[in-house]
């Protein structure tokens, strides 16, 4: 025997680490394939199933279509309809419902855009409500204002009557005295010497004097002339006048000169008006 027979070989480190790497991966692949030839089994096998059950799905369906013809046509015969009426008959119910449908659509539509339609006239109800209460209470506080205004006017006693008269002493308070409501004012102003008609009356100034604020004016009510002399302004003067006397103030605000004053007569609201000149 030789030197190099009887030597044992020696493999090195990484070469055996290789083999064995070698011998896991074709054990995992040896596995893989089986666990993959398992599945596909599977799958075929779900598949075999599946188009059987396409078969008789199929046979089931040329079963029931076999029995429709058949009742189609002993609906026909008993009927005495054509094959081709009964197809018409068909398409004129597939019709008709495709109608109700579009008809229901429509009516869903149409039902939908009136409550969209309500929902904005009850917003714009509510709203013009707002508006209305905003405008009462607005009223109310002019009111009020007013009722507290008029109250600030000042009260005097007429030259015939015991009770006292609201007086407006500028042309703004005789705006408060027309918004009460209760009178009719007529304002005028009159020069010296000229019967001016005011109302259904007429006045006459007879004189004037700027610095003692005093004045005498002739009253024609009824064709009859009435003298109030050496009165003051803001004092009311009053009469009576028309078929049933009512009473009739006159209120001279100022004395412009020694020819002119100027002032308001107030009468009842029920008075008679002049007569319209045209």
Do not use: C
């Not at 030197?3 to 290789?18: C, H, I, K, M, N």
């Not at 000169?257 to 100027?262: E, G, H, L, V």
Request: proline fraction near 4%.
């Amino acid at each position: 025997m030789s030197e190099f027979e009887s030597t044992p070989r020696a493999y090195s480190g990484p070469l055996l680490a290789a083999i064995a790497v070698a011998i896991l991966a074709g054990v995992g692949g040896l596995i893989w394939s089986g666990s993959l030839s398992g599945r596909l089994t599977t799958q075929q096998a779900e598949l075999t199933e599946a188009q059987q059950q396409n078969v008789k799905m199929a046979a089931e369906l040329r079963e029931t279509n076999a029995r429709l013809r058949v009742a189609t046509e002993e609906l026909g015969k008993s009927l005495g309809l054509t094959q081709k009426q009964l197809d018409t008959r068909a398409q004129e119910i597939i019709r008709r419902e495709q109608a109700t449908e579009m008809n229901t659509e429509r009516l869903e539509a149409s039902q939908k855009q009136t409550a969209q339609q309500l929902g904005a006239v009850s917003t714009e109800v509510s709203n013009v409500k707002s508006d209305v209460g905003g405008v009462k209470s607005d009223v109310a506080k002019t009111q009020s204002d007013l009722a507290t205004t008029i109250s600030q006017l000042q009260s005097v006693r007429g030259d015939l009557s015991d009770h006292g008269s609201l007086i407006a002493r500028n042309h703004d308070e005789l705006d408060l005295l027309k918004h009460k409501g209760d009178r009719t004012f007529y304002e005028f102003t009159v020069t010296k010497k000229e019967r001016k008609p005011v109302g259904t009356v007429s006045v006459q100034l007879s004189k004037a004097d700027p610095k003692k604020n005093t004045f005498t004016l002739v009253v024609f009510s009824d064709d009859k002339p009435v003298t109030k002399k050496d009165k003051g302004i803001n004092e009311p003067l009053q009469f009576y006048s028309g078929k049933d006397p009512m009473l009739f103030e006159i209120v001279i605000n100022s004395i412009n000169s020694k020819n002119q004053i100027t002032g308001y007569l107030s009468v009842p609201k029920n008075a008679p008006v002049p007569p319209v000149v045209r």
